[in-house]
């Protein structure tokens, strides 16, 4: 359970306060996402990425790197498939992107209209997907509340784009020939040959990869 978190970092001294969620969900380490809040030894631990590190004693071992919710330090955790962990259940708030400031983002909260500051570095999937950002999009902040307050934000789950150019052929997959298009704001995804330039794309912007025409 969540028994304690660091909430400020004064004169090099961590100053521990009450615990301030009692809720959680049990998980195995496979079943976590980046994103997701971990307590480990009483502290909040962002999931920023998972790998498998081999086999120990025959089992094979989840390796999680984190970063400590309010600290910031990052850190590498070991598990097995059957071990059991703490996911925190984090309040997920809506806001709208307004623009960027250096390595930091400002996004409006539609319900408050109340402005909110959040490092790039906090984004979900890594700076990758900034490109990504548009004017007045939709994403989500995840919480720990009371303190230490905003954790992370993410993109949605799915957007539209305009592309604006095609280059050549790449694969074949059961008729479809896929090319390599040009999105508006620069990226590159794969998309069927069948799309033109000017059209919509709606891109799945979990695996950064095209879904449909919008």
């Known amino acids: 359970m969540f ?10 001294r961590l100053t521990a306060v009450q615990p301030l969620c009692q809720r959680w969900y049990q998980a195995g380490p496979n079943s976590v996402r980046m994103g997701n809040v971990i307590d480990i030894k009483g502290e909040p ?5 998972r790998d498998h590190g081999g086999t120990a004693r ?8 984190l970063k400590h919710a309010v600290t ?3 850190s590498t955790e070991r598990f097995r498939n059957n071990d059991t962990l703490e996911v925190l259940l984090l309040v997920q708030t809506q806001y709208q992107y307004l623009y960027s400031d250096g390595d930091t983002v400002h996004l409006l909260n539609m319900q408050t209209f109340e402005e909110l500051t959040m490092d ?11 490109p990504y950002l548009e004017d007045n999009m939709e994403v989500t902040v995840q919480s720990l ?4 307050g905003p954790l992370s934000w993410r993109l949605p789950a799915r957007h539209t784009y305009k592309v604006k150019s095609l280059v050549d052929r790449i694969a074949k997959d059961r008729g479809t020939t896929y090319v390599t298009g040009t999105l508006e704001n620069g990226m590159q995804v794969q998309i069927p040959n069948f799309i033109k330039p000017g059209e919509n794309v709606v891109i799945d912007l979990t695996r950064l990869s095209y879904i449909g025409r919008a």
């Open 58 to 65: 025959g089992q094979a071992v989840i390796k999680l790197n």
């Open 120 to 130: 790039i570095n906090t984004l979900e999937g890594g700076k990758d997907k900034l």
């Open 72 to 74: 910031g330090i990052k």
């Open 45 to 49: 631990q962002i999931v920023v990425s």
């Open 145 to 148: 509340e009371p303190e230490p």
């Open 3 to 12: 028994r304690s978190v660091l909430a400020r970092v004064a004169s090099s």
